[in-house]
């Protein structure tokens, strides 16, 4: 205290301090000595309220610190800034090859990097941990949290001083000066809905970043299935390219015997071709699935991945009930969830728009020298605006209503849109899980039966080429669906995971309904 009514005075300017030699100085130390007081209280009161503010604030991100970890120093990022190219450019390579990593994610990065496979968990957790639309959404929720603090926060006072400038140093009349403090309040409720208004955008953000996460998530699990399809199609090419070359040469063996046409030999030629033009087209498209997971995982698009991990048959697929599964999307729905908090903060802002039609007043305190008498320099008053714009404060009033109940319809929309997700993520799941069945059951035995049976057949002479380049097109053909139905059938296992709430991919500790 001592030390800032000591600032106070010194920061005055001398010929300001000036104020008589007799009581008046006397009275004016006093004047300046209270409102330094009332100033300094103020400002205790406003780094409470703050405190607290802070408090609940680290109390929100603990659980989002926990999970996230800790951000990079930022003098890893100022050490980019320099004005070499080159180390620009390496610093933006490597921020592009690691990432937006936290600290405590590095050894999880390593380990993932030295992979012998690619399996759809490790995946998901890395494209979690280093995509930056997920960090952007992080940032976005911490800035909704910082909004409550400067909502809930009084003005800041006012102190004002204003003086006589003929009355400086002049040996006639007493240093004439007018010391002034005040702060204003708001009517009582609106710092509160205001609190309310930043805290429902805060839950609604941090929704968003759920969803952003689950989304992300769906992708790469989609991404990873095409990846693993993709890769055991061409190792079926290979398998086929073998075949075609058995074939070409069965036909080539009958040609030279006499017992077949060259037709034969030149048609297997042009089948092996085709088997060689699928080849290309394979590798083509697993290129370009690497390059969208690269992207997930904000690397390089044309970095290696390890290879994924084979296919295991998922043990016997269990659905609940369709009211069930619709009652559990809407209870874990994040979409839902941030309807519902925007929903709350455009009620607290209907609230806060009626109270605008109450005034706000502001609290006052002034020292004036230039009243003759001693006991009229001292002086408090209280100050109100007067609400008489009503046109303005009426729409206000009607634009919050109208952005309540448009936030009320995109609810009852998002809750239409989730149950109509959740069934047809359920009918696409079971039509997926019966196509695989059918191919591993019937489709798949019955072709390759059939391919032993014309080869046979054609080598002893009992049926044409003909009917063994058809058998082995069949096969080519139903062993490269068979493929893209397992894919599909995993995309439908997560888009179901993502319509319930849950992070596909992932088990339920961190997330997913597994």
């Not at 003929?166 to 708001?186: A, E, H, M, N, W």
């Not at 069949?474 to 669906?481: D, G, I, K």
């Amino acid at each position: 205290m001592y030390f800032y009514l000591h600032w106070l005075r010194e920061a005055m300017p001398t010929k300001f301090r000036v104020c008589s030699r007799t009581r008046s100085e006397q009275t004016c130390n006093y004047a300046g000595a209270l409102l330094a007081l009332l100033s300094l209280s103020l400002a205790s009161c406003a780094f409470d309220s703050g405190s607290r503010v802070h408090a609940l604030r680290d109390e929100r991100e603990a659980p989002l610190a926990g999970a996230i970890g800790s951000p990079r120093d930022d003098a890893t990022l100022n050490s980019a800034r320099g004005n070499d190219p080159g180390r620009v450019h390496q610093k933006r390579a490597a921020s592009r090859s690691l990432g937006p990593l936290p600290s405590s994610s590095i050894e999880e990065h390593l380990a993932f990097e030295r992979l012998a496979q690619l399996d759809r968990i490790s995946l998901i957790r890395e494209v979690l941990t280093r995509n930056p639309s997920v960090e952007a959404a992080r940032q976005a929720w911490r800035a909704a949290l910082a909004e409550h603090p400067q909502a809930t926060a009084l003005p800041d006072p006012a102190l004002e001083y204003s003086t006589a400038p003929l009355t400086i140093r002049s040996d006639d009349v007493t240093y004439g000066q007018i010391v002034g403090l005040s702060q204003r309040f708001p009517w009582p409720g609106k710092l509160a809905l205001k609190g309310k208004v930043a805290t429902a955008e805060a839950e609604a953000a941090r929704h968003d970043y759920e969803a952003t996460r689950q989304s992300l998530a769906l992708i790469a699990s989609i991404l990873f299935d095409q990846y693993r399809a993709v890769v055991r199609s061409l190792e079926l090419n290979e398998e086929h390219r073998g075949l075609a070359l058995d074939i070409k040469a069965a036909a080539e063996a009958q040609y030279e015997a006499g017992r077949a046409s060259q037709q034969a030999p030149l048609q297997a030629e042009v089948e092996h071709s085709h088997v060689l033009h699928r080849g290309v087209v394979l590798r083509s498209r697993r290129a370009v699935i690497i390059a969208q997971l690269n992207g997930l995982l904000h690397r390089s698009p044309e970095q290696p991945l390890p290879p994924p991990a084979p296919w295991i048959e998922p043990p016997e697929l269990v659905l609940e009930a369709s009211e069930a599964l619709q009652e559990q999307a809407l209870q874990n729905s994040p979409e839902l969830l941030s309807s519902e908090a925007r929903v709350r903060a455009r009620e607290s802002a209907v609230d806060l728009a009626k109270r605008e039609y109450y005034p706000d007043f502001a609290v006052k305190g002034s020292y004036n020298s230039l009243w003759a008498a001693r006991d009229n320099r001292w002086m408090v008053g209280l100050s109100l605006n007067i609400p008489i714009q009503f046109g303005a404060r009426n729409a206000a009033t009607s634009q919050a209503k109208a952005r309540l109940a448009s936030a009320r319809a995109r609810l009852a929309a998002s809750d239409d849109a989730i149950r109509v997700e959740a069934e047809r993520a359920r009918q696409h799941l079971i039509e997926a899980r019966d196509v695989v069945r059918l191919y591993d059951e019937r489709l798949l035995p019955a072709v390759r039966a059939q391919i032993e049976a014309a080869l046979i057949g054609y080598e002893t002479g009992r049926n044409g080429f003909q009917a063994l380049i058809d058998a082995e097109r069949s096969l080519r053909t139903l062993e490269t669906e068979h493929q893209d139905a397992i894919a599909t059938f995993g995309q439908r296992h997560a888009e179901l995971e993502r319509a319930l709430g849950g992070i596909p991919g992932l088990p339920r500790q961190e997330g997913g309904i597994r």
